[in-house]
Every structure is written in structure tokens, then in C-alpha cells.
């Protein structure tokens, strides 16, 4: 299993960002996927997440109305569109796929990790 993130970079607050996270080694189509970030000092975090089908997604609170999280399953790929960007965003970003047991109403990540891309947001 692996994760390919990128699309990171500095932004300014306000502006917006498109991130990618290109998947292997599992059949994708399958598998609830998510977005996950870590701030500076902090834990990682549940950003969103999108059904197997894509018909259903969620979105932690700090992110809703904010980000949209979609995915390409013909393309192995998921994404992460975010708008209005704060600098409380300032994080690396991580994609992951559904752990063992996993749903969408009681979702968490497998124990595979990419690398992550890092997405700044400062003036």
C-alpha cells in the first residue's frame, strides 16, 4: 500500500489549494479514503472523508464549508480542494484509506502513511 501526496505549498490566508493523494498495492474502488493533517506540535487529525463510491463524505468541523474532499476512482486518486485557507491550516497533509473494520460512522485510518505535502498559510 501506498500514498502519493502533493499540491502543498504557501498560500495566503484566504486563498486556495488543491491537493492531490494518488493510491497503490489495493483494489481503491473498495475503500472508504481520507484526509488527515498535523500541525506543528500537534497530533494528527481527521480532515474528511469520502465513501467508496463517493456519494457520502464528512468533514471535521474546523473544515466544513471549507474543504471538499472527492475522489477519481478510474484514476486511483483523491482529493482535497481547500478554499478560504487560514493560518490555523498550516499542517502537513496526509491521505489514508479505510482501516480494518472501518466506516464511515466509525472511520479511522489504516496504519499506512505517506509522506504527506505541506500546506502553509501565512500573510
Known amino acids: 500500500v501506498q500514498f502519493e501526496e502533493s499540491g502543498g505549498g504557501s498560500v495566503q490566508p484566504g486563498e486556495s489549494l488543491r491537493l492531490s493523494c494518488s493510491a497503490s498495492g489495493f483494489v481503491f474502488g473498495n475503500y472508504i479514503m481520507s484526509w488527515h493533517r498535523q500541525a506543528p506540535g500537534k497530533g494528527r487529525e481527521l480532515v474528511a472523508a469520502?465513501?467508496?463510491?463517493?456519494?457520502?463524505?464528512m468533514y471535521a468541523e474546523s473544515v466544513k464549508g471549507r474543504f471538499t474532499v472527492s475522489r477519481d476512482n478510474a484514476k486511483n486518486t483523491v482529493y482535497l480542494q481547500m478554499n478560504s485557507l487560514k493560518p490555523e491550516d498550516t499542517a502537513v497533509y496526509y491521505c489514508?484509506?479505510?482501516?480494518?473494520?472501518?466506516?464511515?460512522?466509525?472511520?479511522?485510518?489504516?496504519?499506512?502513511w505517506g509522506k504527506g505535502t505541506l500546506v502553509t498559510v501565512a500573510s
Open positions: 489514508n484509506k479505510e482501516g480494518l473494520g472501518a466506516s464511515m460512522e466509525l472511520y479511522y485510518a489504516s496504519d499506512f
Open positions: 469520502i465513501s467508496s463510491g463517493g456519494g457520502t463524505t
